[in-house]
């Protein structure tokens, strides 16, 4: 059974330019979670997704970040004209459900440069 | 507004000795809190959690501690190893969508 699957693992990107990261949950998972950690600094909370729903963005910047997981397909985090200040790691969790006593098991992350 | 504070940024111990490494909050909402283990390069994978209703769970060589009035846990490996070598995030998980909230992590070294 294979883990979360994220890519692209290493993404550089100038500024200006849109940065496309894919995750694809475990098998049977439908809820993702996409957290993003800023270099010396803790995992943050970004967005709360199920199949076809935003359930919560709370954590995304208003500008520029958008993210979905359609009913195919990987859930994909778009970032439209990156700034230096995106340059971070972006994990994606998945679990089976929202309940809490779930574990959230993460990808290895994508590592997004911003020249 | 840091509501997770992971405030010694690394731990350095020798291997068979007992590591600590600690947590605290300042959400009195938090009521089920989980240690994350990350190596570079890596995700973060589930190490051991504890609900409020415990006050202590133990797993293998980990045991976390809660202390809900003063709002702080604990995390005790022992004996602790090389391949424990890693960053360890305290995280508790809010509201009604499960989200975590980590902390900045502690960089554990475990010397041979």
């Known amino acids: 059974n294979a883990g979360v699957m994220q890519n692209p693992r290493h993404l550089v990107r100038r500024r200006g330019q849109e940065a496309r990261l894919r995750c694809s949950p475990m098998?049977?998972?439908?809820?993702v979670y996409w957290y993003r950690q800023l270099p010396e600094e803790g995992l943050k909370f970004m967005v709360y997704?199920?199949?076809?729903?935003?359930?919560?963005e709370s954590g995304m910047p208003k500008e520029r970040f958008s993210a979905e997981f359609p009913k195919e397909g990987p859930s994909i985090l778009r970032i439209q004209q990156v700034v230096r200040g995106d340059s971070a790691a972006y994990f994606c969790?998945?679990?089976?459900?929202?309940?809490?006593?779930?574990?959230?098991?993460f990808g290895p992350g994508t590592r997004l440069t911003v020249l | 507004d840091q509501q997770v504070k992971q405030n010694s940024p690394s731990l350095s111990v020798q291997e068979g000795r007992i590591s600590i490494l600690n947590c605290d909050y300042t959400?009195?909402?938090?009521?089920?809190f989980l240690w994350y283990k990350k190596y570079p390069a890596e995700g973060p994978t589930f190490l051991i959690s504890?609900?409020?209703?415990?006050d202590k769970n133990e797993d293998g060589r980990f045991t976390v501690f809660l202390n809900k009035s003063a709002k702080h846990l604990s995390l005790h490996i022992v004996p602790s190893q090389p391949g424990d070598s890693a960053v360890y995030f305290c995280?508790?998980?809010?509201?009604?969508?499960?989200?975590?909230?980590f902390g900045k992590g502690i960089t554990l070294s475990v010397r041979p």
């Open positions: 969790a998945s679990s089976p459900s929202r309940d809490r006593y779930n574990e959230q098991f």
């Open positions: 098998k049977g998972h439908s809820h």
């Open positions: 997704l199920q199949k076809e729903n935003i359930i919560d």
């Open positions: 959400n009195s909402m938090f009521d089920y």
């Open positions: 504890i609900s409020s209703i415990k």
């Open positions: 995280a508790p998980v809010t509201g009604a969508n499960s989200k975590l909230t």
